[in-house]
Structure formats: structure tokens, C-alpha cells
């Protein structure tokens, strides 16, 4: 198995919520994809740890999801406990994101000597220009006619074309990473046990595929460095050793998803927010160094990854007055704590000003997003590019068409019309 | 600019490392070293890792506090009223931005005896000594509009409670409405007085020592000796070994922070710094200092009848509580500092409260969270802030919040931070329950009984949460089952805190406070 677990209802348990699960349903339904939060504040208001019908705890609560994200009785690997798991090669799950230390310790120091501190420190910092010079080589192409989906033009290729030059993966096969990576991601978005059968099969296939694809690259890359991310891995030994081959592969697969899904639909959702509060970005405007604040806000209310549902109960774990019973699937609904009331004043309000700023948005604890600091740069040198060089931004459709991914949650095309381009100004 | 992180909420993350690069570096995997006192020109890149910290723990100069929701309700303090703080450190201050911060709008006067603004003392033993920040580049940052009575190089000689009045050195008298005695500690001296003062013998806790020291080192000394194995003393040696100068580390326990972490613990920080090239003698003392004939420091000889030549000792054998000002004044003080109640509300000594005199910091001896009656005072700077917050609030609203934080406290020394919650020096046993003491990257579990009392984590600051709400829910010792992290079988023991000496529970977290 080498996908993202299944996150469809299956066999009733005793002691689940029927109507927390078919809060859940309604979730899940596309058509309630475009606005969530009321159905997170119904489950959270109901409790903030919950069982669904089909034994899995579902965690809406912000102080809940801290406590159990902390908890090292508490497994990220979906497979834990479980001796019916064959090795099915390399894949997201044997990706450093669902293992357990000292495995996931030991594979994210590795691959973080070739990303941040304290091997690489100043190598994320570096990239600002790169950055800034991509998001305006974007704003140039738009088209004269005043009418752009912000996410073919802008969110989707910005994130993925730093991706492949930090992994060091060529672009012009960025298409066929596109249908790989939305394959791999996709059997969460089943409605039913047929379908979601077939899109775990076709996402099978997809690692397969990419697995082989990025195998080469890494082959052609051992003994001959090119200065990329991927090129370390195979050639840096660091005080650890190398990864194996099947460990290289499942860490770039993991990373080149992470670039593929998650910043674009940060940067799309940002501008779309951004957009419906014209006060707000007329504010951002006259004063882009509030850029990092109206960031964190931003993602705080629109987290692109807004349930992650790989958790597992290694033992009974009590949380508030609910067990979480060992061998329990316990899903992190991450957007939900960043609206828990009883941690944000006012939460469904758009407040850049606002005194808390430690929201979920990247996750937290040892499986905190690795590729944080970079999506960080990009969403706000993006958002600052995009609204700084162009004057009179208007949505064309409110809400606008969502991809069928609630767990990576994100606009599928965001069309806005705008006026006058302003040439870029110098990089920073 | 001015900038101070939170050390006892970071739990390195590493965003700001990634954003501000000049700013923020990591020491080894987890040990974050900043620079206290950056350049104007990195301003954006630290408000951007201020504002990415995902537990908000990075504190910029000049931000605006917006008053807390409470600051609506009805406070014991009207506009008029005049509220003396006596001790101009961390925790005065962050009594001062509590009182603002919630919406005081009366007279605030600070009065301290180092003519230096508020300054965090933590770089002092580590960027200071490095050279990577000024002795004089900690000041800790604060808001721009405190609107505050600076009274500072003058000390606090006397405190008259019938006139509510503070007397300073110099004759003054400062009238108070409420008063915050948070007067802190000063570095024991070596008890030979004599020696004490030899030219070449230093102490560490105020920004003066910091510089003198520092000096000393840049001086490129020949070795130097550092009596205690404490935070304190180990930081430096830390300090003396990254700058490659030969060091010298006398504890008198079986091994440095043996008393603050026990034996298991301490064990591996001894291998550690030995790994470091520190020349480290446990289970020694020392028993004379020698000195040449223009008083200059040469030589220690050690219980061991060994003997070394050095240029530079440093004593760091814990700390003096400042209460010698209130002797006579009928606030209750003793060995531990001035007693008070779980609101930090000081005492008479017949045990009444005293209801205008708080008290706050290093230097309060308050009543141990199990109600046991035992007194302790927490020698840290999150109990500086925590039990400042309080009173500070409870100055304002005349309400009796009690200051019950499970205690937090941080070192980084030898390229690897130390994280501990609870009171792990008053703990019976210890067990490793996360990762490997071999692998320098674990979280051993402290018990008193059946309870989880305290754990200390090396590079492993991430799991240090889920301990600190165990020791408030007293889990039962040891852990037990399966976790994603469990040691290896050898070293899943369940061991005595200390084989030597039960460890002396009135003088919590004072494990400095050793006489040699």
C-alpha cells in the first residue's frame, strides 16, 4: 500500500457518533468543499475528540490536536501495529512523514542536511531572488486581455518550478509529475468503495512510476553532484550514512507531492481571502512589510493541508474525557483547531492584527512540515508580487470551483480580471 | 534592534534559522543561538520569523501589546495609585509590560541596583562569552510605550511597610501603593574571601561579569578552571572549549548537574563533555587557590591532591538571594528568599499576608504546588516570567490567581539542548522513556512514588509538552507500553534518581547552590 490512507467511512463500531459521521459525510461531499468551517465548528462545538462511525477519532479541538500531536503514545505511521503489510516498496508510507523515530528522526536530519539548518542553514534564505524573480516572470506572461486563472498562471507553476530545481528534477517533465502527483493524492476524493478501490490502484501505479522516474534521475546523479537536493542524497554520507535507494525515493516522492500540493493551493486560497477583504489588501498594499503577519493569518484561516488522517493509537490514550483506544485511526483536522474559539478570539474573522499567531497551518510537532520556511517564501513573495504589480483585482466567480480534495484543500481554477500591469520593481 | 526568544517555548522548530539566517543558528540538531542584538537591517526577516514562530516565542522591541480581553474588569488599582517595583531584571519587567498590558494606567517605578536597562542574563554564559553578542547587547526588548519611572543604578536599601514607602541608598524615599519586591540573586562568592578577590577569579550573573569575563577568554588564557558543574558553570565550559581554550570542570558530585538531573542524566552530559575535551574531576573539590605575588590567579589544587595551573577561575557555585534590604522590615525571609504565598503575595513573619507587598522571581520562596508545606524558589527564567505575570495581575486586580506553573528550564551547552519540566531534582527514580542516551537524543522520566514528577529532555525538546501535562495530571511512574520512540531495551531501566544522596528537596533547583 503506498498511498494516503482511506479516510472513507467503512464498518460501523460501537461507541462512534452517527452524527458526527454524517457531519463527516457532509464534509467529504464536494459540495461542501467550497465553505468547511461551519461543519468543523459544528463537529468541534460537539466535542472537540470525537468517534466516527467507523472506529476512527476524529480531533477538531486546538488544545486536543496539540496534546495528541505531542504524544508519543500516538503513531504517524498508519501501518503501525499492523502485520498484514507486505513491503510494497518505496512510496509515501515509507516516506519520513508516516514513519516513527528513530526511523523518521534519523531520514529527516538526512535530507534536511541538503535543506536548512544546521548543514544548509541560509540555503532557503537564498532563494528570495529565485523566487521573486519567477513570481514576476509569471505576472509578465499574464495575458493583455485582463482575465487570468490565477492558479494555471501563477499558484500552480510558481511552487512547482522551485520544487524541481530544489529536488533538481528537469522541468519540462513537470506534466507528467502533475498527473503522478494528482494520482498518488487522489483516493481520498472516492465517494465510493468501487472508485475508491480503483483510484488506490491508479495511485499505486503513479508511485511506481514516479519511483522509477526519480530512481534514474538519482542513478545519473551518484557520483556526479549537481548541487540539488537530490544529488546530495545519493552522494552525501553526512555522519549517518546514505539513505538507501528505496529511502531517497520515497523522501522525494513525499517532497515533490509536498511541492505539488499544498503551496498552490496556499497561494490560491491567500489571494482568494485577500480579494474578499479589499480593506485588507488595500492595508497590505500601502504597507507590504505587514506581508508576514497578514501570511500567518491567512494561513490560519485557509490552511491548504486541513486533515491529515494517518494517525494511530498505540495504546489507549485519554484526552479530555474521551479514550482514544489503542489501534484507533485518530484524524488531525488541523483547519478546525485554527477556528477553535476557545484558542482564537473571533475565529472565522480575517484579522492580520491579531495577538495569536500560533496556528496549525504547518502542522506541529516532529512531523511539522519539512518544507515550511520555502512555502512560507513563496506564498508571501507571491501574494506581495501579485498585488503589488496588479491594480484593480477582481474575482470573476465567488466561491470560485474547488479541486475534489478535502483533505488538500484548494480552489481548482481561480479566474480574476485585472487592470493595469505596474512593471516589476527591483528584487529584494 | 533588541530581541529575546522564549526559550522554554521554543521547541526548535528552526523556521526563524530558516528566514534569518544572520539572526538565528542552530548549534547541532536543536540548540538554537541567536544574536541578541541584530542589525536594523535584518528587521524583516525577524518580524517575518517572529511572526512564523509556530509557538510564538520570539519577542521584538517596540511591538505594541494590546491590553488583554480582561483589562475591562474592575481592578483593586485606581489611576492614582502608585505601583514600586524593586528589581529592574526579567521579572520586574515583565511585571511592568503585565500591569500596562492589562490596562493599569497609574504610576510605575522601577528601581534597580545595575544602572544597565533590564537585560536577559541567559546569553551571558553563552553568546557573550562566544563574542557573538556585546555584554551590553542583551537588553531585553519591551514595548515602546511602558511609560515607566526608571530609577536605575540606585539600590533599594530598606522597605517601611506602616509608610509604604521604599528607601534607597542614597536617602530617597519612593511612596508606593503596591510594591514588587523582585530583588533576584547574585553569584556566591568564593568562600576565601581572600582568594576571592584574586586578580583572575570570576563570577557570572550580572552583563559587568559577562564583560570582564569575556575579556579573560579573548585573552587566550593558557587554561581556565570553572568550579561547579551547574547550568551555569557547564555553559561556560561550553563557551571555552568552541573558543578551543583548555578547560578545566571541578564538580563535587559524581557528575555535572547531577543534583539539578540525577544521576542517569548527568552521566551522559559527564561522557559529553568529556567528548568536548573538557578536563573534567567529579566527586572533587577544590582546596586551595594559588597565587602569585601580584595577585594574580596561577594555580588550584583539588581534594585530590592534584593540582593545575591556570590564568582564569571562574566560580559558579550557585547564588545569593538580594534580601539583605529587608531585614528588620517585617517581611518574612529566609534562606530561600522572601516567603509568600501561591498569589506571590509576601508574608509577615507570624505567616499573615501581607496584602500590598508582592513578590516575584528568583528571589520568592513560595509554597511547593503539593501542599506539603515545604517552601521552594525556581531559579529560572520561566518561573521569572510566570510567577511575575501573576503578580503582576493580581497586583492589578486585587484577585488571588495562584502561580502553579509546572516549572520549564533550558540549557544549551556542548551543542545540544537540555530541556526539563517539572522538578526532576526532587524526583526518587529516573527512567529512560524516549529515544537513546547512546544516541544523545532521548527524554528520561522522573517519578516520586507512582507519579511522574519532572523529565528532562537532550535534543528532544519536541516531546517536552506531553510530559509537562503528565506532571500536571500526575501520570503514573514509570510509563508504560509501547510509543513510537521507545529506548532500547537496555536502557529501559528504572533507576534511582541519585546512588549517592538523596537530594536535599527544601533547595529546589539549586543545584549551584553547593558549597565547595
Known sequence: ?428 | MRIAVDMTRCQSYAQCAFLAPDVFRFEGEEALVYDPDPSEEFRARIEQSAAACPVQAIRLDGEHRRPAPEASAPTALTATDRVVVVGASLAGLTAVETLRSGGFTGLVTVIGDEPDEPYDRPPLSKQVLLGTAGARGTRLPRASDLDVEWRLGEAATGLDLRARTVLLADGGRVPYDRVLIATGTRARPWPVARDAGLDGVHTLRTADDAERLRARLVARPRRVLVIGGGFTGSEIASACRRLDIPVTLVDRGRAPLARALGDTVADVLADVQREHGVDLRSSTTVTSLRADARGTVTAATFSDGSEVDVDVVVVAIGALRNIEWLSGSGVAVGPLGVDCDASCRALGPDGTVLDDVFVAGDVAAFPHPSGDGRRVSVEHWGNAVSQASVAADNIRTGGQARHDEVPVFWSNQFGHVIKSVGTPEAADSVVIAQGSTARRAFVAVYGTGDRVVGATALDHVKWVEHYRRQIGEGASFPPEGRTVDDPPDAERTVRPRSRITRPDTSAQHSDERTTP
Open chain 1, 1 to 428: 500500500m503506498n498511498t494516503s490512507p482511506d479516510s472513507r467511512p467503512g464498518c460501523p463500531v460501537s461507541g462512534g457518533s452517527s452524527a458526527a459521521s454524517a457531519t463527516w459525510d457532509r464534509f467529504l461531499d464536494h459540495e461542501n468543499r467550497h465553505d468547511p468551517y461551519p461543519l468543523y465548528a459544528r463537529l468541534r462545538d460537539a466535542a472537540p475528540v470525537q468517534r466516527l462511525d467507523d472506529g476512527a477519532f476524529l480531533i477538531t479541538g486546538y488544545d486536543e490536536i496539540l496534546q495528541v500531536v505531542h504524544d508519543p503514545r500516538i503513531s504517524s505511521d498508519p501501518l503501525a501495529g499492523r502485520d498484514d503489510v507486505g513491503d510494497a516498496g518505496p512510496g509515501l508510507t515509507a516516506a519520513f512523514v508516516m514513519q516513527d523515530p528513530p526511523a523518521h528522526d534519523r531520514l529527516r536530519r538526512q535530507t534536511m542536511r541538503h535543506f536548512g539548518p544546521p548543514h544548509h542553514a541560509g540555503y532557503i534564505d537564498s532563494l528570495r531572488t529565485d523566487i521573486t524573480r519567477t513570481a514576476s516572470a509569471l505576472i509578465n506572461g499574464f495575458p493583455a486581455s485582463g482575465t487570468v486563472d490565477l492558479v494555471e498562471a501563477f499558484a500552480y507553476p510558481l511552487p512547482v518550478m522551485m520544487i524541481c530545481d530544489v529536488l533538481g528534477v528537469p522541468h519540462e517533465d513537470e506534466p507528467r509529475f502533475h498527473a503522478w502527483s494528482m494520482a498518488i493524492i487522489a483516493p481520498p476524493e472516492a465517494t465510493t468503495p468501487e472508485e475508491a478501490e480503483a483510484l488506490r490502484e491508479e495511485a499505486s501505479t503513479a508511485t511506481r512510476e514516479l519511483g522509477a522516474y526519480l530512481a534514474h534521475l538519482a542513478e545519473v546523479r551518484r557520483g556526479t553532484p549537481q548541487g540539488d537536493l537530490l544529488s546530495g542524497l545519493v552522494n552525501d554520507h553526512g555522519t549517518e550514512g546514505l539513505m538507501s535507494t528505496s529511502e531517497i525515493i520515497s523522501t522525494t516522492i513525499m517532497l515533490l507531492i509536498g511541492g505539488h500540493e499544498t503551496t498552490v493551493n496556499m497561494i490560491a486560497n491567500g489571494a482568494l481571502t485577500l480579494l474578499r477583504h479589499p480593506e485588507e489588501l488595500d492595508r497590505l498594499r500601502a504597507d507590504p512589510s505587514t506581508m508576514p503577519r497578514v501570511f500567518e493569518e491567512l494561513l490560519r484561516l485557509e490552511p491548504p493541508a486541513q486533515v491529515t488522517p494517518k494517525y494511530v493509537a498505540l495504546q489507549d490514550v485519554r484526552v479530555g474525557d474521551v479514550t482514544i483506544t489503542k489501534g484507533s485511526p485518530v484524524w488531525i483536522a488541523w483547519a478546525a483547531a485554527n477556528r477553535d474559539p476557545r484558542h482564537f478570539a473571533d475565529p472565522d474573522r480575517f484579522d492580520p492584527l491579531r495577538e495569536n499567531r500560533d496556528h496549525l497551518g504547518f502542522g506541529a510537532g516532529i512531523h511539522a512540515c519539512f518544507g515550511a520556511p520555502l512555502a512560507r517564501l513563496e506564498s508571501q513573495i507571491a501574494l506581495a508580487e501579485l498585488f503589488i504589480r496588479l491594480e484593480d483585482v477582481r474575482l470573476v466567480e465567488d466561491p470560485p470551483p474547488y479541486r475534489r480534495n478535502p483533505l488538500l484543500r484548494g480552489p481548482s481554477r481561480l479566474d480574476i480580471t485585472f487592470g493595469r500591469v505596474l512593471p516589476a520593481t527591483t528584487v529584494s
